[in-house]
């Protein structure tokens, strides 16, 4: 998934996880602000720390369901880089 190896995830590699992920790309509204809600810092990059709290704190929001569903694929990608 981190197609350039640089240890943070863009909007763009994350759009293709979903698609290789069999996860449906939601429309470009709602990817952004998923994206953004997990880019924390706001840097435009995911992180593996932002990653990790929004696996922490995604549990008790209904709406990240989904986004869970990204997650379990996201986990998979990153054991794959460890
Ligand atoms: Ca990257
Ligand atoms: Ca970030």
Do not use: H
């Amino acid at each position: 998934m981190d197609k350039d190896k640089d240890g943070n995830i863009n909007p763009l590699e994350l759009r293709q996880a979903l698609l290789q992920g069999g996860v449906p790309v939601p429309p470009e509204p709602q990817f952004q602000a998923m994206f953004s809600a997990t880019d924390v810092d706001k840097n435009g990059y995911i992180d593996y720390v932002e990653f990790v709290a929004v696996m922490l704190e995604s549990s008790s929001v209904a709406q990240w369901v989904s986004v869970l569903t990204l997650l379990s694929v996201l986990v998979s990608c990153w054991r794959a880089l460890l």
